[in-house]
């Protein structure tokens, strides 16, 4: 044991290291204290039902009724028993809070990475700090984009997996692909993780070159085999994740129109509307941020003090300064073209001196890999400001629109530019004096960076309009607040010298950076250096560059008393709703946009809520039912009994009871059958859905209107609610059509009339039917996805695999291991 302690002594410093920066990030958590984030409420208010009935029967449901009328539980959260990684996640929890263990994840899965590409441990280091560090992995966790930011801390090392496999190694290589690609699938965020396979298809495709030019085929395609072995271990691991939400996912707005749209085009198929998964794009100038953090105005606002031009335009108007300050912290500084933005893409500017310089010293396929891969995803981050290339893979690679928010993708150029940028380094250190006219290349590649940065700092409008599309309309919408038109030009001439001043001095802040670390490349060169002072100044500029970043959006301001964590608050409003003990009803709450925000899901069965991912039916009644005015026929047939408003004079929230809302069950008198979607979706814009039920004819065979009468003296009422299991009773002279306020999910639901199961039949386009015969029944629906049991079946068993392919691995590794340890004599 002392001989490890030894033979492992710098790589527990290093570890020691960065639990010992974590802890000073994140001080606070430590000090009792927890992060606020937007997202983490967002969820809390969806998961609040699934929590309450998990507390009480020990299991969480799978459905709840508290979002969007009614959707499936497991896509809000879900525990996945049968997953041996959801293990392994507690275990890391346990230890490190979150989001502690995802900024330790980001350390370790670099330093893992830069390891396996053989660079010294202390380089390796300050490689995974650059990594770690880039601007977007702290403004992720910032959001409340959890699941996203483990998504992206996974990425290292599946990379480091995939270079082994490549290498050569059978036993590690595969064994520790299938772990760390079963944790990434495992934080079901399948955006990043289809990323990441873009550009392991780009380095795949490069190693192919490599072994068909060198005759080495035979080898490239062993490892490749032995990847798909460990990619299907992974994918199976995840069934339970994986099947469900690609079954749920075909009916949603990720899938394919119920009604087409005249204008889809070649996306009538299925997937997003381009225009709403292009809102989030990249602006090619905004490019510029990678190394000037500043240079398109920060995040939105919240970015002016008390020297800005905007707060000394308020503080002339008469403004105390106080207030004027608090004004000006309220001003969109971010004047790119994207609605708003939580900050820039910043990779570190002595790293980006350092890429360039990498992109013209370092040779192999790693370089041609980051350049391949990197460029790509920058183009494709462009979205609708460069559709050649984006509308190609929106249009025609599979499964590419289902995902919106095309600026993501940075998250593969945020990992791969400090990589080459380490490597870059890496080259200066182990073949210096082998790369022709050094000197020159490394203060060319100063002149071009620095003095860029150097003219910005000192003529920003020179590069830069810090105007946007949209900013003369926003400069006259502060004339109107203010109530004077004509101080709209000042404060608009303040606010570009405001966002000139922010560019200008960042550039400054990059230029010395750049200064700095050229400095040490150059006394490195001259021989005025040793490599353990280089490497260790380089990690401390880098670190203070990153880090001070990252302070501006991820701070001990973020953070408030763990005892005083009121996330969502209880209204007044709420309270006197929830004297109704009705177990059914609906809530509306049109104080906030109800259809992005699910703080009412956290007390009320909401009719709103917020996922990226509703029923398509639920989002079509959305466009063609809410769209401008509320369909009080539509609100009826969901049964919502109050809606939340405010009072437009004092801003005071209000209860309207709405006494016409069509309560849980009802039966109609007449049902109509339509022929098609359009049909049913026109034919709910005015009815009565008390007395009339529209069902599209392909359910037509499942009725006997023979049967049917009129449902005169008959009753039908709820007496047992569980989100999983609801039951009714129903007492009708006849046979007779009844409509439940349910959402119609055919993926799981099954409905019993007195023990015996009968079709479900969708009405009024959305809702849960069923013809009942006369007389006095039971009726009980339960939901029970077939899918959720096979695929946890399948998980469990593909878990023993994985986990008895780690032993296995584990096993003859040291095997392998004792057999080329010299023996002392």
């Known amino acids: ?134 601007s977007y992995n702290f403004i992720y966790i910032e959001a409340g984009h959890v699941n996203k930011a483990y998504a992206i801390a996974y990425m290292a090392p599946i990379i480091a997996s995939v270079i082994l496999c490549f290498r050569g190694s059978r036993l590690w290589g595969p064994a520790l692909l299938a772990l760390f690609l079963a944790m990434e699938i495992r934080t079901n965020h399948v955006q990043i993780t289809y990323y990441l396979f873009i550009a392991l298809l780009v380095y795949v495709g490069i190693e192919f070159y490599y072994a068909f030019r060198d005759k080495k085929l035979k080898g490239f395609f062993q490892a490749a085999g032995l990847q798909v072995v460990a990619a299907l271990i992974a994918i199976l691991v995840n069934a339970s994740v994986l099947y469900p939400t690609y079954e749920y996912s075909k009916l949603t707005i990720r899938g394919k129109a119920n009604i087409q749209k005249v204008d889809e085009g070649n996306n009538s198929g299925g997937g997003l509307d381009k225009e709403y998964a292009y809102q989030w794009s990249q602006g090619v100038g905004e490019n510029m941020t990678f190394l000037i953090p500043n240079a398109y105005g920060g995040r939105s606002g919240g970015t002016l003090d008390k020297n800005s031009e905007v707060a000394k335009f308020f503080t ?208 490195y060169l001259k021989k005025k250096l040793s490599i353990p002072v280089f490497v260790g100044i380089l990690g401390v500029v880098t670190l203070f560059d990153l880090w001070s970043v990252d302070k501006r959006y991820l701070n001990n301001d973020s953070f408030i008393e763990e005892k005083a964590k009121t996330h969502i608050v209880e209204r007044e409003v709420d309270q006197l709703i929830r004297l109704d003990k009705d177990p059914s009803y609906r809530v509306m709450d049109l104080t906030t946009n109800p259809f992005s925000d699910a703080r009412a899901s956290y007390f009320h069965k909401s009719i709103g809520g917020y996922h990226a991912a509703k029923l398509m039916r639920f989002q079509e009644i959305l466009e063609h039912q809410f769209n401008g005015a509320l369909n009080e026929d539509v609100l009826d047939m969901f049964n919502v009994r109050y809606l939340i408003t405010q009072n437009q004079q004092n801003g005071a929230e209000q209860i309207q009871r709405r006494s016409t809302a069509a309560g849980n069950a009802w039966f109609v008198n007449k049902v109509t059958f339509v022929k098609d979607n359009a049909q049913e979706m026109q034919a709910i814009s005015s009815f009565d859905p008390k007395k009339e039920a529209f069902v599209h004819e392909e359910f037509k065979n499942q009725l006997n209107a023979a049967r049917l009468g009129q449902a005169s003296n008959a009753e039908i009422k709820l007496v047992s609610y569980h989100p999983d299991t609801l039951k009714y009773e129903s007492t009708s002279p006849n046979d007779a059509f009844a409509v439940f306020s349910e959402v119609y999910y055919n ?69 392998q291991a004792r057999q080329q340890k010299p023996s002392v004599k």
Not at 35 to 63: C, I, N, T
Not at 387 to 416: C, G, Q, T
């Open 316 to 523: 002339k108007l008469g403004v105390p300064e106080a207030q004027a300050v608090q004004y000006a912290g309220g001003i969109r500084t971010y004047w790119g073209e994207k609605m708003f933005t939580s900050g820039p893409w910043y990779f570190g500017a002595g790293i980006f001196f350092l890429f360039i310089l990498g992109l013209i010293i370092v040779k192999g396929r790693i370089k041609w890999w980051v350049l391949g891969a990197s460029g790509l995803c920058i183009l494709l981050a462009f979205g609708r400001h460069f559709p050649l290339i984006s509308d190609l893979f929106f249009d025609y690679f599979p499964m590419y629109n289902k995902f919106r928010a095309v600026e993501s993708i940075l998250v593969i150029p945020a990992l791969l530019i400090p990589l080459l940028a380490i490597l870059a380094v890496n080259e200066l250190f182990t073949r210096a004096g082998e790369i022709p006219k050094l000197d020159k290349k490394v203060l060319y590649t100063f002149a071009v960076i620095a003095g860029f940065c150097l003219l910005v700092g000192l003529m920003p409008s020179l590069f830069l309009s810090f105007k946007n599309s949209g900013h003369q309309d926003y400069a006259n919408y502060i004339g109107q607040q203010i109530g004077d038109q004509n101080l709209s030009n000042d404060f608009s001439n303040a606010l570009v010298k405001d966002r000139a001043s922010l560019a200008s001095k960042d550039a400054y802040r990059s230029f010395f950076i750049i200064l700095i670390t050229f400095g040490l490349v150059w006394l």
């Open 1 to 134: 044991m002392k001989q490890w302690f030894k033979e492992n002594t710098t790589h527990l410093t290093i570890i020691a290291i960065f639990i010992v920066l974590v802890f000073f990030y994140f001080s606070p958590i430590f000090g009792g204290k927890t992060l606020v984030q937007s997202d983490v409420m967002q969820a809390e208010g969806s998961q609040k039902e699934l929590f309450d009935y998990r507390a009480k029967d020990g299991h969480a449901p799978l459905w709840t009724n508290s979002m969007f009328g009614g959707m499936p539980t497991y896509q809000i959260w879900y525990e996945h028993a049968s997953n041996v990684v959801s293990y392994i996640n507690k275990g890391i929890r346990a230890v490190f809070p979150v989001p502690t263990d995802i900024v330790l994840l980001y350390l370790f899965g670099g330093y893992f990475l830069f390891s396996v590409l053989r660079l010294k441990p202390w380089l390796a280091a300050v490689g995974a700090v650059a990594l770690a560090f880039t």
């Open 747 to 815: 993926k799981g639901w099954k409905a019993y009339i007195d023990g015996n199961e009968v079709p479900i039949i969708r009405a009024d386009y959305i809702l849960r039917a069923l013809q009942i015969p006369g007389g006095n029944h039971t009726i009980e629906f339960i939901f029970a996805p077939e899918s959720m049991r096979i695929s946890n079946l399948i998980s469990m068993l593909a878990s023993i695999v994985l986990v008895l392919g780690l032993i296995a691995a584990a096993v003859m590794g040291i095997r």
